[in-house]
């Protein structure tokens, strides 16, 4: 495989972006080796600068819900570019994205659109600490909510441990206020909260985890999360920035059935564009200002390109039996790899939920980050370094979900399995 026009921009941005990327998993750190700068999309394909073609399966870690450079969401924002890429001022885009969003997602009466996941769950942590005039908040191992400094701790071990911040540069007085417990582990928060009494503004959860891999809520765990913030008086927020719109219109808060205080958005409703969004009860987001005392702003918010994309890609997710498809190639990719796995006696645990999928190289069970992080990376990275070569391009790290898209077809599919099989044997 010819890589040389890759190596040489990796070598040119090296010298002007830190780590030559703008965000850290491009750069290949946990895998090795130096990454392909891509060309182009189309569909489930991405090609790299050299022209090699891969079968993508990181869609842009999630927004390409529809593959790249769908028609629809072309035309729509190439159509929206040409009558003018902001205003600063209000525009029927964004009532039509917030009608679309709050009739499709349960919990939502009102929602305020951003630019980025990270936005919204750093928006989402001020209104609850303003709803509730708390100031704690519990996550979860493993929990990847961006990269606002509260969210930036992971905290090694012990239930009660105070956030020690995994980023440097984050004043201790942020963390200090973030408590952490293990992911699927109900008694630790209700611990949290009998020793923190009255001051937990809220818990903030990936309701299907998907930043230490795919990890699933067990049962009961979602509902027990539910009471346990209202026994309390606190806020529950589901991170919906991956599974909004992936597992269904009404996101994991409807395939559970458990409904959140707040719920924070991204990646697909922006269709590719940069979008995030937080939302609520109309009687919560009344504290949003100019309506209440929570100030939250942004210049480029509700942009009208970002809001086209968006628009664009959730008209065809609400086509009839797109879930369905997406559920049969998430099931056709599972079952296919578990196949393999097996013929190659390789001890992996595969966790899906529909077009979301991990390969973990550890025997499992997986319920959370302990048992996440026992996996074997180097095997991971080589299964990465061969599958690349071999035309398909899934995450570069192990605790990242692959992507599917609409436009991944049964032959794109029944390649990678191939070829994993093919790695696997070597
Ligand atoms: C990607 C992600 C974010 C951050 O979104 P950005 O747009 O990258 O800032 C927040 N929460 C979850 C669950 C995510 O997967």
Known sequence: MKTTRSSELFSRARRRLPGGVNSPARSWGSVGGEPLFFARGQGAHVWDADGNELIDYVC????????????????????????????????????????????????????????????????????????????????????????????????????????????????????????????????????????????????????????????????????????????????????????????????????????????????????????????GSAEVMSRVAPLGPMYQAGTLSGNPLAMAAGLATLRELQKPGTYERLEAKGSRLETGLRKTLARRQVPATITRAGSLLTLFFNPGPVTGWDSASRSDTRAFSKLFHALARSGVYIPPSQYEAWFLSLAHSEADIDATIAAVDRALAA
């Open 60 to 279: 842009s870690w999630g927004p390409l819900i529809l593959g790249h450079a769908h028609p629809a969401v072309v035309k729509a924002v190439t159509e929206a570019a040409g009558l003018g890429t902001s205003y600063g001022a209000p525009t029927e885009a964004e009532v039509q994205m917030a009608e679309l969003v709050c009739s499709a997602m349960p919990s939502l009466e009102m929602v305020r659109f951003v630019n980025s996941g990270t936005e919204a769950t750093m928006s989402a942590l001020r209104l609850a600490r303003a709803a509730t005039g708390r100031h704690r908040i519990v996550k979860f191992e493993g929990a990847y909510h961006g990269h606002e400094d509260a969210l930036l701790v992971k905290a090694g071990s012990g239930l009660a441990t105070h956030g020690v911040p995994t980023s440097a540069g984050i004043h201790p007085g942020y963390a200090a206020d973030t408590l952490v417990a293990p992911y699927n582990d109900l008694t630790a928060v209700e611990k949290l909260f009998r020793d923190n009494p009255k001051e937990i503004a809220a818990v903030i959860v990936e309701p299907i985890a998907g930043n230490m891999g795919v990890v699933l809520p067990v049962a009961g765990y979602l509902e027990g999360l539910r009471a346990v913030t209202r026994k309390h008086g606190a806020l529950l927020i589901f991170d919906e920035v991956i599974s909004g719109f992936r597992l269904g219109l009404g996101g994991a808060q409807a395939a559970y059935r458990v409904m959140p205080d707040i719920t924070t958005l991204g990646k697909i409703i922006g269709g590719g564009l940069p979008v995030g969004a937080y939302g």
